[in-house]
């Protein structure tokens, strides 16, 4: 029994790493890619020949991936407009309304700037402030795309629980913010906002399908110079700067790495699908997992455009409390990561 069992097993790993390399991770396409630029006389070997197919397998991948997981999380959040979102988030209260307010981030929009006007609707609606908050966090960084392209590039054990710690963040943070109440930091223009409680219309499968694609185009539009960007940055790194620098820097050699990558992601502005390709150049370089792990979640967190955004509807004190809460929950994240990298990988 115990060979049969063990057997089986196999089995179910063997299908599992193809369906993760092959599927999600389309090893094939690099290797097409490369034997395609090798008959056109370049040297993938070199940093130049490296860098091009680099760009051109991650770029072709994650479009495919991207397009293909926007028509399928647009159709899912089709069921989930706006005004059913705040219907259901009222059915419950406390840790509970947090939790699943977080869980409705993960089929909400894929940046945090789409996200504030979806927290300025809920909290105008009556909803606790903790739980848009907690909505807040959760919706540009956690949600089902990067469940998929996490798993496609660092296994299923990463993708998983980089998840569950973003949905942790969520429902700490907005917990705390409901504990501390305030309420009164919000700007009087959201309080008072008038809140028309417009019933959705009823979709038919030909609608959903519809609305899914004009995501997919809308959606592809706005990320995809990210991608370029994302991905150019990843080639650059992973075939122009030597090893030895990145692990000095973001290696385990420096006890400060997590800070530093926490740090230096909040200027940037992207979302999961550009930071993606220059988080596996820097794996491959010898950066920790959780280092890389905070510099993900702080560029789609904390972006300077949507904390610019959310000044407009929040005041001072609560922003900053924000920052403070996502900031040290990001890097808490990343140093347990360190600590337990050898769980993941």
Not at 213 to 242: C, D, M, R, S
């Amino acid at each position: 029994m115990s060979c049969k069992g063990g057997t089986l097993l196999e089995v179910v790993n063997s299908i599992w790493l193809f369906f993760q390399d092959q599927i999600l991770g389309m090893k094939w396409l690099n290797g097409l890619i490369g034997n395609g630029l090798s008959l056109l006389g370049l040297d993938i070997n070199s940093r130049l020949g490296g860098s091009i197919q680099f760009f051109l397998y991650d770029v072709i991948k994650i479009t495919i991936l991207l397009c293909l997981l926007i028509f399928f999380i647009s159709y899912i959040q089709s069921y989930f407009p706006p005004e059913r979102s705040k219907k259901i988030l009222g059915l419950f209260h406390g840790i509970g309304a947090n939790i699943i307010s977080a869980l409705l981030g993960t089929v909400t929009p894929f940046c945090s700037c789409s996200s504030i006007p979806l927290f300025i609707g809920f909290t105008s609606a009556g909803l606790p402030l903790g739980v848009t908050f907690s909505f807040l966090i959760s919706s540009p960084m956690v949600d089902l795309g990067s469940l998929v392209l996490l798993m496609s590039i660092f296994g299923a054990k990463v993708a998983f629980a980089y998840v569950i710690v973003g949905l942790i963040i969520a429902v700490i943070g907005g917990t705390l913010i409901e504990k501390m109440h305030m309420e009164k930091y919000v700007e009087d223009f959201v309080k008072n906002a008038s809140n028309v409680d417009i019933s959705s219309p009823t979709l038919t499968k030909k609608d959903r399908v519809q609305y899914a694609k004009e995501q997919v185009v809308g959606t592809f539009k706005k990320v995809f110079p990210y991608i370029l960007i994302g991905v150019g940055i990843g080639a650059v790194i992973h075939n122009w700067i030597p090893e030895t620098w990145i692990e000095s820097i973001l290696g385990s050699n420096n006890p400060f790495g997590v800070i530093l990558a926490t740090l230096v992601g909040v200027p940037m502005y992207a979302d999961i699908f550009g930071t993606i390709p220059v988080a596996e150049a820097l794996l491959s370089k010898g950066a920790q997992l959780g280092t890389i792990l905070s510099f993900m979640m702080a560029v789609t967190t904390l972006s300077l455009p949507s904390l610019i955004m959310l000044k407009k509807a929040v005041k001072p004190k609560l922003l900053t409390l924000f920052i403070a809460i996502c900031t040290f929950g990001i890097i808490i994240v990343g140093y347990l990561f360190n600590i337990f990298s050898t769980l993941f990988i």
